[in-house]
């Protein structure tokens, strides 16, 4: 199976900050990737899927980039609603995976 | 509005069976290009896919859960539901359902979990 690996884990940043998230995949899964945000208690959210296409209704501060194995997620200016975990996921195959997950607080 | 809502018991006891059902409303579960997914999330931490029932009827199952997991549909009813079995305290997760949409973007099909129930706790537990 191909596995997903997101860096860092954890993060700190100030608001207007700008934030990346990196996740890489095992093996090529060309732009076959999800971003999902996770606020404290509620359930996931699409954000971005064909790595770059934003879900609509999202705000434009969030940005997806990547192809291969090297994708990343963007915060333009990071705002006190972000406060979440954001997961990316591959779909080009079953089954399908999650990375671990990266949980994004205010400094 | 399409919405999913789990059901079952909250508490199992180890080496029994886990058994959830998720009903849909708002939508048919018969029509529409849509698998209807399972995904658990152990208490503080990521999310894992268990599997997935088309309305065909046809299933995929994550190959490490492959030998204790069922995902049946109910048309009838407008529910999927979940079987997990020979349960241990590994299994303790919050479980969604969860909607599996394709959309079609230049040619390609991207899926995406646009819509979820809003959980339940599960606690294997004797």
């Known amino acids: 199976d191909i596995q997903m690996t997101q860096s860092p884990s954890s993060l700190s940043a100030s608001v207007g900050d700008r934030v990346t998230i990196t996740c890489r995949a095992s093996?090529?899964?060309?732009?076959?990737l999800a971003w999902y945000q996770q606020k404290p208690g509620t359930v996931p959210k699409v954000l971005i899927y064909a790595a770059s296409t934003l879900q609509s209704g999202v705000p434009s501060r969030f940005s997806g980039s990547g192809s291969g194995t090297d994708f990343a997620l963007t915060i333009s200016s990071l705002q006190p609603e972000d406060v979440a975990t954001y997961y990316c996921e591959k779909y080009n195959s079953a089954p399908r995976t999650f990375g671990q997950g990266t949980k994004v607080e205010i400094k | 509005q399409v919405q999913l809502q789990e059901s079952g018991p909250g508490l199992v006891r180890p080496s029994q069976t886990l058994s959830l059902t998720c009903t849909v409303s708002?939508?048919?579960?018969?029509?529409?290009?849509?698998?209807w997914t399972w995904i658990r999330q152990p208490p503080g931490k990521g999310l894992e896919w268990i599997g997935y029932?088309?309305?065909?009827?046809?299933?995929y199952y994550k190959p490490s859960l492959n030998s204790r997991v069922t995902i049946s549909l109910d048309t009838s009813k407008n529910q999927f539901s979940l079987r997990l079995t020979s349960v241990t305290a590994a299994d303790t997760a919050v479980y969604y359902c969860?909607?599996?949409?394709?959309?079609?973007?230049?040619?390609?099909?991207?899926?995406?979990?646009?819509?979820w129930g809003q959980g339940i706790l599960v606690t294997v537990s004797s």
């Open positions: 029932i088309y309305h065909s009827g046809s299933t």
């Open positions: 969860a909607r599996d949409t394709i959309i079609m973007l230049r040619g390609v099909n991207h899926p995406t979990f646009d819509h």
């Open positions: 093996q090529g899964i060309g732009n076959s």
């Open positions: 708002g939508g048919s579960i018969s029509s529409g290009d849509y698998y």
